[in-house]
């Protein structure tokens, strides 16, 4: 069993032991259960992109989407083959698919050519109204495409994801995901979970089985209008491989016009792995650093600089030609990124306004205030200044917060220490007073420092 989870970095042995039909949980909320669709639905082709997936989950993922979805709502299958090298992916799997009872096609790339890529060719080979994306290894679940459809009919330029389940890559056990959360992203654009806002509850009114408004998507699985996808740009050809596509589109479709939502009606289960069993030509960091720098570039405005500050070696790569998406950008007459989080994410990691952005420096010892990679309730710490963004960068917000991320400095105590606390933006133990008079005056008193002169204040 070790053995063969080193091949595809999950348990292949208990995954060949599970029928491809097996069956799953009915998971939805008990509202979802009882919702009525239109009779006229648009019909979708369902894009799943592999590269040396195996067998059994690869299969288990097709034959679930044909068994829980209606016949007349699917239109096809496209497998797009990313280069893969087995042998049992090649003329066995197309005589396998041959015998499903709707059809199912395999589309070779001729080189590896990541996720992005192959997705392009799947989507332009497809005919269906919708393109539904998923991934190698997913389960969908009873009711998972009628909500996806619906919500597309109401309006075309509605993106929608299903809540994505987990399957777990040990035991492959089916866990239902939470519908109290939603797509967010960190400073160094990472893709995160966040809790789901009161704002967005009291915007459903309560109805926990109406569709989320979330800022981004994880980007594996999701519904477009095939007419819609084109419009916007379909996904940005200058990007390599894998990263930072999900939240690109999902930036461009906000700021362009368009919504995107979480149908917590919709559940489709996710092998989630701790690694990848891929290779990554040029080098895992350099192809995401390349794609979140021409994402921050075209759409993020003045706000790449929280991005470029805390990664400065991003600046350094070369992101090739962006003129035909910053052209994109104007056609569309899309919005600011500052709209963007003013009215999609008002509780985004980076503040809206803020006075400062870097370190706060010791100038006389070079020592730096550093999160020191600690985490939530944990001390703020002072290390060397090593000039590589990253621990080392604060932001002074215009709420008069010193903020590391999702992290502001908090003194609960006169004499401290000081925490680092989820932001509250209820000012209080959070905030900080800057006066450089003041600070410079405190900072020549006292040979302890600029930080002496924080916890002063």
Not at 39 to 51: A, E, K
Not at 427 to 442: E, T
Request: proline content about 4%; charged content about 25%.
């Amino acid at each position: 069993m070790k053995e063969m989870f080193k091949i595809n970095q999950f348990n292949l042995m208990a995954s060949e032991m599970i029928a491809f039909n097996r069956t799953l949980p009915d998971v939805r909320l008990e509202g979802c259960k009882n919702k009525l669709y239109p009779d006229d639905l648009p019909r979708t082709s369902v894009v799943i992109v592999f590269h040396n997936e195996a067998w059994s989950t690869l299969l288990r993922t097709v034959r679930s989407v044909i068994d829980r979805s209606p016949k007349s709502l699917l239109e096809e299958v496209v497998l797009v083959d990313d280069a893969s090298e087995r042998d049992f992916l090649k003329r066995p799997l197309e005589q396998y698919v041959r015998r499903m009872e709707i059809p199912v096609r395999v589309v070779r790339m001729e080189q590896r050519s990541g996720l992005i890529r192959a997705r392009l060719k799947g989507a332009s080979l497809s005919t269906g109204q919708v393109i539904t994306f998923l991934d190698a290894h997913c389960e969908c679940t009873i009711g998972w495409l009628e909500p996806l459809l619906a919500r597309i009919k109401l309006d075309r330029k509605t993106v929608v994801c299903p809540i994505i389940d987990v399957i777990s890559d040990d035991t492959f056990e089916y866990m239902a995901g939470s519908d109290m959360t939603y797509g967010g992203f960190n400073w160094k654009l990472n893709f995160r979970w966040y809790p789901v806002p009161q704002r967005e509850m009291d915007r459903r009114k309560g109805d926990r089985t109406l569709p989320v408004r979330t800022p981004t998507m994880a980007g594996g699985l999701f519904s477009i209008d095939r007419d819609y996808f084109q419009e916007i740009g379909t996904y940005d050809a200058g990007m390599d491989i894998w990263g930072g596509e999900n939240l690109e589109i999902s930036f461009r479709i906000w700021q362009c016009g368009g919504t995107l939502e979480i149908v917590t009606c919709s559940h489709v289960g996710h092998v989630f792995r701790k690694a990848t069993p891929y290779t990554f030509p040029g080098g895992t960091g350099q192809i995401i650093n390349k794609n979140n720098r021409r994402l921050a570039e075209v759409w993020m405005d003045q706000f790449k600089n929280f991005f470029y500050i805390i990664s400065p070696g991003v600046t350094k790569v070369d992101y090739g030609d962006i003129t035909s998406r910053s052209s994109l950008r104007q056609k569309l007459q899309c919005k600011p990124f500052s709209w963007y989080l003013e009215n999609v994410y008002p509780d985004s990691q980076i503040p809206r306004h803020y006075y400062s952005l870097g370190e706060i420096r010791n100038v006389e010892t070079n020592q730096c205030l550093d999160n020191m990679a600690r985490k939530e309730n944990e001390k703020v710490g002072i290390f060397n200044c090593h000039g590589m963004g990253g621990n080392q960068v604060f932001s002074y917000t215009a709420n008069k917060e010193i903020r590391t991320d999702d992290l502001c400095l908090d003194v609960s105590k006169l004499n401290g220490p000081v925490m680092m606390l989820k932001c509250h933006h209820l000012k209080g133990n959070q905030l900080w007073d800057y006066d450089p008079m003041v600070c410079l005056f405190l900072c020549l008193l006292f040979d302890s420092g600029l930080f002496l002169c924080l916890l002063s204040l």
